[in-house]
């Protein structure tokens, strides 16, 4: 074709180069970029548009007000549920990261022995849903009931409470430790397609094993490091919980939790917690912001070429069994004392500490008691669906809308950037409640359906995918891709055979992350079901709220094990389908 | 499709004809005043490429030298097409591939061109024969076609017993071949060849070099060539051009730029030479030129726009300035000065002298036999073809740059 069009008729070639790539190549990447704005920005108009609104009661329609925003600005809480939310956020982020490198460090980067367990044990935390963790640690840990408590002031013989988890560094600390896999599994992702040269190279120069460490390792992964730090700091503004269930019986309030009360009050001040949204959204756009300037220095930090590439481990000697044991001692703080005190507790029938007295009332009611729920079956399914399709659609939208912003030079490109962070600022309760509202108004038919579920976790959790890609994505050479269209390779051929493949290992933890965060979501949900459309973790709260905790702690360990499968299965699929690194 | 039929295979016929056919081949490749910029990350326009032109004919391999920064690189991406070039125009055996005139710009998919990557881009998810077969495989090759070429070809550059080889576990020369065999495999119009040698060692690198030589005549393929390595280009290049700050500053075989350097960049940046600041004081017959300078008077070959009382750099390269312990007898468009040694290196093939004549310092590459003593007096002699007068737009440097002298130097001895 191109050969029947040289010199006499040059305008049709181009034409059809045109058409053809409108065809393939911008069709593709134009449905992910739609469907995103539409995503980010909607839930965002109808949350601006609430937040100047009176609350709609029977008798009053709701009319224009900007006294929202004065009891948000200027009542005298204003201050203190700032500082709270920050000193919150930023304790949490920075616990988080710092455990979460530390540990990514010493398995990715170092010969501890073990290293293929302990990264299958470092995803187990995240399949203890947040509201168990809470929970677990309540039991282990508040002043009365905790067992900690009750085992050190037995042993000590006194009345003195040791570990009080209803304070700020106790709710900082429940949180960052229910974070921290994340922070793992983000710097696991940086260190592994690092070039190993770089540090070898540190090495000869001479370096110490730390030096390198905190010289090299870490500063060519603080791109990914800051996104992380971000992403933690984001999420701990967002978190609903801690701050509910540890902030709140003792007044420490902070943003989500002010929202949920503005919520449940009479007449629901849903303006109210719109204005407080909004503040939390400039909060965190400023993260975003830096986040995406970030990315655009990225380039100079692409490590992995076409060149040799196989990460070798640095020599720990005799502290890799040091190492060896930190690992073991994270995984009882963040999985094996919550998970066997909720195995404890289920065992009951009426929720007691751990005595020789109560071990002679062990029953198995309580499971019996969930499995006759009647609507567990639907629940479960329900649960399982969503999270399925969540997971594969944020990962392709993830996947194309990533590539647009690291790969292409189309100008405006951080807009699509921000769009697709833009949910990130919507705390879940928030986020819930626009869509709630966009769909009550839109009248697509998705209202009261599992689909509306669905949208929500798509948007919710979109941002996660996107960023997990990116940061494989800022690390594969372009090169790579412009062989492929010098060979003759299409847009969609070299997307499909060059860029998915050298992505598997960030799509599939992605994979894995979503599909996991997608069956513990709580706080959109608990907006957006209706009867026949429950999912698992609404039912645990309900159990919680009705005060049923030997029947919820049953749940809990049968979610647990559930989820514990789902982990062990993506982790097979891994390590057969990834690309094989040693 | 396209292309293919144009050219033979083999290179058996090719050979004989080759060498006098030269001015009537038709250009496979032209580039017309190609312009590219773009605007870097930090919102200033990177002026890469400035008026870039250049034809290269048929089976010839076209080189473009520079120093980093000097745009030769994104002429290359814009041929490609994976740059999209600002204006000009750029023509394949007739078919233009981009031209800013009349909106044409073929995507890099459908040029058909082959290119090696500095990189390599070896794909690290598929072997050796995934990656040479992937070009076939995008163009639905038949099967047991796609497996004839491609170890047609693997065979070619010598990596047939490595074809179920995991490309990761390939050395930094299979690399680079097996580059080139992905390059090679779809029999493309115009083969572009990114600094392949650069991530090389230097024994490799020259063995890959005599071996990309040996295909690239054997198989006549037309190639563009990028690198900052003179010694490279001298070698591989029928024909090179020499690019600074986005400018083509000369084209020529490569014994032309070698030999008649049309600026002091390029005399500085293809080999060592010797600069020599001066004025011209007369034109002679023949394109020379003789030039006063603080070491005496030159007699020089004058490149273009030379003119009497203009101030001029002599270019002479080492190998040029022969050396003798007794007076030669001055020839015709011959230069002979009376020096002392300053300082020699015995580099085993070769001595290198560095001789001075008054405070200007000459380096000379001596043959090893000459055992003049430091600060002994030894005789310069330079061939006015030799040496080469361009403008300049500078005050006179009285003395040679490689060595390094304080620049006032006003003694002017006359031998």
């Given at each position: 074709m191109a050969e029947a069009v040289t010199r006499g008729s040059p305008l049709p070639e181009a034409n059809v180069a045109f058409w053809q790539r409108l065809d393939s190549k911008w069709v593709l990447i134009g449905v992910p970029i739609a469907l995103v704005c539409w995503l980010s920005l909607v839930p965002l108009v109808f949350l601006l548009w609430q937040s100047f609104l009176t609350p709609q009661t029977a008798s009053r329609p709701a009319v224009f007000t900007l006294e929202n925003y004065g009891t948000a600005y200027l009542s005298a809480e204003t201050f203190r549920l700032f500082f709270n939310s920050v000193q919150f956020a930023a304790g949490t982020a920075i616990f988080a990261l710092c455990l979460g490198t530390a540990l990514?460090?010493?398995?990715?980067?170092?010969?501890?022995?073990?290293?293929?367990?302990?990264?299958?044990?470092?995803?187990?935390?995240?399949?203890?849903?947040?509201?168990?963790?809470?929970?677990?640690?309540?039991m282990l840990a508040s002043p009365k009931i905790g067992i900690l408590n009750v085992w050190l002031q037995w042993l000590f013989n006194t009345d003195e409470v040791f570990i009080n988890i209803?304070?700020?560094p106790g709710m900082i600390f429940v949180e960052g430790l229910h974070y921290s896999p994340m922070a793992f599994l983000l710097m696991t992702a940086a260190f592994r397609s690092m070039d190993p040269s770089l540090e070898e190279s540190?090495?000869?120069?001479?370096?110490?094993?730390?030096?390198?460490?905190?010289?090299?390792?870490?500063?060519?992964?603080?791109?990914a490091a800051a996104?992380?730090?971000?992403?933690?700091?984001?999420?701990?503004?967002?978190?609903?919980?801690?701050?509910?269930?540890?902030?709140?019986?003792?007044?420490?309030?902070?943003?989500?939790?002010?929202?949920?009360?503005?919520?449940?009050?009479?007449p629901s001040q849903i303006g109210l917690a719109a204005a407080y949204a909004i503040t939390l959204l400039m909060i965190t756009g400023v993260g975003i912001y830096l986040q995406s300037r970030l990315a655009y220095h990225g380039s100079r930090f692409s490590t992995v070429t076409g060149k040799g590439f196989r990460p070798r481990t640095v020599d720990l000697g005799r502290w890799r069994y040091f190492t060896a044991s930190l690992f073991i001692l994270y995984f009882v703080v963040i999985v094996l004392l919550p998970f066997l005190v909720l195995v404890w507790s289920s065992l009951q029938r009426f929720y007691s500490p751990p005595s020789w007295a109560a071990l002679s009332r062990v029953s198995l009611d309580s499971y019996r008691a969930v499995l006759d729920y009647p609507q567990f079956w639907s629940t479960v399914r329900n649960s399982l669906f969503l999270s399925f399709t969540t997971a594969t659609t944020v990962m392709l939208i993830g996947a194309i809308v990533s590539w647009v912003i690291v790969r292409t030079k189309i100008p405006g490109r951080w807009v699509l950037d921000n769009l697709a962070s833009m949910p990130l600022v919507f705390p879940g309760l928030v986020l819930g409640l626009s869509i709630m509202i966009c769909y009550l108004y839109i009248d697509i038919g998705v209202y009261g359906t599992i689909w509306i579920?669905?949208?929500?976790?798509?948007?919710?959790?979109?941002?996660?995918?996107?960023?997990?890609?990116?940061?494989?994505?800022?690390?594969?050479?372009?090169?790579?891709?412009?062989?492929?269209?010098?060979?003759?390779?299409?847009?969609?051929m070299t997307f499909r055979r060059v860029v998915l493949p050298l992505l598997k290992p960030g799509l599939l933890a992605g994979w894995i992350y979503v599909l996991i965060v997608s069956i513990r979501e709580l706080s959109s949900s608990i907006l957006l079901y209706s009867p026949g459309t429950e999912v698992v973790s609404i039912m645990i709260w309900e159990l919680w709220q009705n005060g049923q905790y030997v029947e919820l702690s049953a749940l809990g360990v049968m979610l647990i094990i559930l989820l514990f499968c789902l982990v062990m299965i993506a982790q097979l699929l891994g390590k057969r389908f990834g690309i094989s690194e040693s | 499709m396209d292309g293919r039929d144009k050219r033979g295979h083999d290179g058996g016929e090719a050979g004989a004809s080759e060498k006098k056919r030269e001015i009537e081949e038709t250009a496979v490749l032209k580039v017309k005043s190609l312009f590219t910029e773009y605007a870097s990350d930090n919102g200033t326009v990177v002026k890469a490429a400035q008026d870039v032109s250049f034809e290269v004919p048929e089976g010839k391999l076209f080189t473009l030298l520079g120093p980093s920064g000097c745009g030769k690189t994104t002429t290359l991406r814009s041929i490609a097409g994976l740059e999209r070039p600002t204006s000009g125009e750029i023509e394949v055996s007739g078919r233009a591939v981009y031209s800013s005139s009349r909106g044409i710009f073929v995507a890099p998919n459908k040029r058909n061109f082959g290119m090696v990557f500095q990189s390599y881009a070896i794909w690290p998810h598929m072997n050796v024969f995934q990656n040479v077969a992937f070009p076939l495989e995008v163009r639905k090759v038949a099967k047991q076609q796609m497996r004839d070429r491609v170890m047609r070809v693997l065979n070619a550059v010598q990596l047939d017993h490595l074809v179920d080889r995991e490309a990761t576990k390939l050395s930094g020369g299979q690399q680079q071949r097996l580059a080139l065999a992905r390059a090679l495999v779809m029999e493309p119009q115009l083969l572009l060849l990114d600094e392949p040698l650069s991530n090389l060692d230097a024994k490799l690198r020259d063995r890959m070099r005599t071996e990309l030589k040996r295909l690239q005549r054997e198989l006549n393929l037309t190639t563009i060539y990028v690198t900052h390595d003179q010694s490279e280009a001298l070698a591989l290049s029928h024909e090179i051009a020499v690019m600074s700050d986005g400018f083509i500053k000369q084209v020529g075989t490569p014994r032309q730029i070698y030999e008649t350097p049309n600026s002091q960049f390029v005399a500085d940046f293809v080999g060592t030479t010797n600069f020599i600041g001066g004025t011209v004081t007369a034109l002679e017959s023949g394109g020379r030129c003789l030039v006063s300078s603080p070491m005496g008077e030159?007699?020089?070959?004058a490149a273009d726009g030379v003119v009497k009382n203009s101030t001029v750099i002599v270019s002479v390269r080492p190998e040029d300035v022969e050396l003798s312990e007794q007076a030669p007898a001055a020839a015709d468009g011959e230069t002979i000065i009376r020096a002392t040694v300053h300082h020699k290196d015995f580099l085993g093939e070769y001595l290198d002298f560095q001789v001075k004549v008054g405070d200007v310092v000459l380096q000379s590459r001596a043959h090893p036999s000459l055992r003049t003593p430091t600060g002994d007096p030894i005789y310069v002699r330079m061939k006015a073809d030799k040496c080469v007068a361009i403008p300049s737009a500078m005050p006179p440097k009285s003395v040679n740059e490689s060595a390094n002298k304080s620049p006032n130097e006003n003694t002017i001895r006359p031998n």
């Open positions: 990514a460090w010493m398995n990715e980067r170092t010969n501890t022995p073990f290293k293929r367990l302990f990264f299958a044990l470092s995803l187990i935390p995240l399949v203890i849903p947040g509201i168990l963790f809470v929970v677990s640690w309540i209803y304070t700020m540190a090495l000869m120069s001479g370096a110490s094993i730390l030096q390198i460490a905190w010289k090299i390792t870490l500063k060519l992964a603080w791109p996104g992380a730090l971000l992403i933690l700091l984001v999420r701990a503004l967002e978190s609903f919980e801690v701050p509910a269930l540890l902030g709140l019986p003792v007044g420490i309030q902070v943003y989500t939790s002010a929202i949920y009360q503005a919520i449940h009050q009479y579920l669905l949208i929500a976790y798509v948007t919710r959790f979109l941002p996660y995918g996107s960023r997990y890609v990116s940061t494989s994505m800022l690390q594969i050479h372009k090169e790579l891709e412009e062989s492929a269209a010098m060979s003759g390779a299409s847009w969609a | 030159i007699r020089a070959h």
